[in-house]
């Protein structure tokens, strides 16, 4: 989350026998800024105020603990293009989504793309939504944390009194997180996804990517994600090309 921050505080540690494969450590030199989630064999889904330049970049795939990379480890892949959205503002975090191209396509079991809502879907207030990463722990932290965690959120109205002073766009943004302090994410898992399982479909679909808050955890204020639905379009764009 941009700082304004986003960051999984009070959540709990991913365990083996859970599963999100479409979940990216989005790295520079080797080191963990952003997550970012799988939407096909070839592109990766994040924050675009997580990617200033394409240098140095690079995505792990399939892995819950950061410390279990090696050099030339085969899940590290590189970035070749970068797309930002046309209309990204970096001083009011509109439109804060980026889209990243894979060298190679993916491939094996561990690799699977997330599920993309239909425009027509709506998110009903006080639905649960889950939220990983490999952000800070902490807020007064300075590093991500090593291992993978999870929070599970709701979705919040953007009239509720947590949410009207950070959301400036109701179209384009959510506003997810719980009443209660110290849960929520933060910096580090900026670019990750805000996942909804849809009971109907019997399937989790990606709802909205980590974008900003004011600090982590705080009472009185709660995270930001862009809402992917509204940008169906603009991402079936630039994959079919």
């Known amino acids: 989350m941009f700082m304004k921050t986003a960051r999984i505080i009070g959540g709990e540690q991913v365990t083996v026998h859970q599963s999100w494969p479409w979940i990216v450590s989005i790295r520079r030199w080797g080191h963990h800024i952003c997550g970012g989630v799988i939407i096909s064999a070839l592109f990766i889904l994040t924050a675009a105020h997580c990617i200033p330049s394409i240098t140095g970049l690079s995505v792990a795939i399939g892995i819950t603990q950061q410390s279990s990379l090696t050099n030339n480890d085969s899940r590290i892949q590189v970035i070749t293009t970068v797309y930002l959205h046309p209309n990204w503002n970096a001083k009011k975090m509109h439109n ?22 239909l425009k027509t879907d709506v998110l009903l207030i006080d639905s ?19 291992v993978l965690r999870q929070i599970k959120l709701r979705i919040l109205s953007h009239t509720s009194h947590t949410c009207e002073n950070e959301l400036t766009d109701t179209h384009t943004q959510i506003c997810a997180g719980l009443e209660m302090a110290g849960k929520d994410t933060c910096k580090g898992d900026s670019g990750g996804p805000l996942m909804y399982f849809s009971s109907i479909k019997s399937q989790f679909e990606l709802v909205g990517i980590v974008s900003y808050g004011t600090g982590c955890g705080h009472a009185n204020h709660t995270g930001i994600y862009t809402r992917v639905s509204a940008y169906l379009d603009w991402i079936e764009t630039i994959i079919k090309k």
């Open 128 to 146: 649960e939504v889950i939220a990983i990463g490999f952000g800070r722990e902490k807020e007064s932290s300075t590093r991500s944390s090593d």
């Open 96 to 117: 804060d989504l980026a889209i990243l191209q894979l060298e190679h396509s993916l491939n094996g079991a561990l690799f699977n793309a997330i599920c993309l809502p």
